[in-house]
């Protein structure tokens, strides 16, 4: 028994959890009488977080600290490695992952109690680092302008990333904080291609959508930047020319680029995917990712698993090099301004 493609989802499976005891599997779908699995619709639960700002201590990244409003990402970006993350909860990496969607709500009273310690100094704090702030539900709880609204009271620096081009709502927030170099806004881009787009990263905005994002947001004022990632061998790598050039158009002050890398359930998820919808160049692609990566797909070996190694790495890296070097010749960010930090809110001007 062939299962239904679910369109507007990025995983087509349920995947097992490595922390649940009893659950159920569509490992073997053909000796089922009926299918086990329909197409999900969201649902919402909310958390009372303990604690909002991570420390990220991995040598791939500078010292930083990163937030998330949400656990779960309905743009249900196949790759994603924020997946793995939503088995603590109970639930499975697949389609859980992007139709679960846990919600911080005190998540600006938390983050303010963290600026009030008196022990924290003004570091960059970065929007998201595991699942996207402006994601379908900000739309609707608006926790990620609570946070900003903090941000500013505190003339905190604050860095965000995002695949939405629903950042614009915040606009006003964002120009105040740019006016003391507060804030940098990263749209990731990972292909102009929008049938491989749909598929890839089934609820998120067009390429065309982000890079009028990137212009709106450059003209206001506010410094941006574009992450094309992750690069998938085979699938968007020939395009690193092609998005650089047109983030560039587009106002972009920076760009950076990571390679894909599929650990824990991750790589069962995008081998389902990338077998229902590309069977034809499936054994090249899974291939030329194995290259990245030590002759496997999975990758936890700081200094290579986010840059990979090998000749078709080193293609992908010079492609790249080149490409910055050709659109982003003497363009930089501004640096984030640490001195305006006030530790008092509000309350310390007077």
């Not at 490695?81 to 679960?100: I, P, V």
């Not at 990731?188 to 998120?204: A, C, K, Q």
């Not at 010079?318 to 301004?337: C, D, E, G, T």
């Amino acid at each position: 028994m062939e299962q239904e493609y679910f369109k507007g989802r990025g995983a087509q499976i349920k995947t097992e959890n490595r922390f649940l005891k009893a659950q159920y599997v569509t490992d073997h779908i053909e000796g089922l009488d009926e299918p086990l699995l329909e197409t999900p619709t969201t649902q919402i639960f909310i958390e009372n977080a303990r604690q909002i700002v991570n420390e990220v201590k991995s040598p791939d990244l500078s010292m930083m600290y990163s937030m998330n409003p949400y656990q779960g990402c309905e743009h249900g970006c196949i790759y994603c490695y924020a997946r793995n993350t939503h088995e603590y909860y109970g639930f499975s990496a697949g389609l859980d992952f992007e139709s679960k969607i846990i919600v911080k709500k005190n998540a600006a009273a938390l983050l303010e109690k963290h600026l009030l310690s008196k022990n924290w100094n003004a570091v960059p704090i970065m929007l998201s680092g595991n699942t996207d702030c402006y994601q379908p539900q900000e739309r609707k709880f608006e926790i990620t302008r609570s946070l900003l609204k903090v941000f500013a009271k505190y003339r905190h620096p604050v860095g965000i990333i995002t695949k939405n081009s629903l950042v614009l709502r915040d606009l006003d927030l964002l120009q105040d904080l740019a006016s003391d170099n507060l804030v940098h806004v990263y749209l990731s881009i990972t292909t102009l291609n929008e049938d491989l787009r749909r598929i890839l990263e089934p609820r998120t905005a067009s390429a065309v959508k982000r890079l009028k994002t990137l212009e709106e947001l450059s003209k206001a004022g506010v410094p941006t930047g574009i992450m094309n990632a992750p690069i998938i061998p085979g699938l968007n790598h020939h395009e690193i020319p092609q998005i650089l050039k047109a983030a560039a158009d587009h106002g972009a002050l920076n760009c950076g680029m990571t390679v894909v890398r599929l650990n824990g359930s991750i790589r069962k998820i995008f081998e389902d995917w990338l077998r229902k919808n590309f069977p034809d160049r499936f054994d090249k692609v899974w291939n030329q990712i194995c290259s990245f990566h030590g002759g496997s797909v999975s990758d936890s070996q700081f200094g290579r698993r986010m840059a990979g190694e090998g000749t078709i790495a080193e293609a992908i890296h010079q492609l790249f090099r080149v490409s910055k070097k050709k659109y982003f010749a003497n363009r930089a960010a501004p640096p984030y301004n640490l001195t305006k930090f006030r530790k008092g809110g509000t309350l310390s001007l007077f």
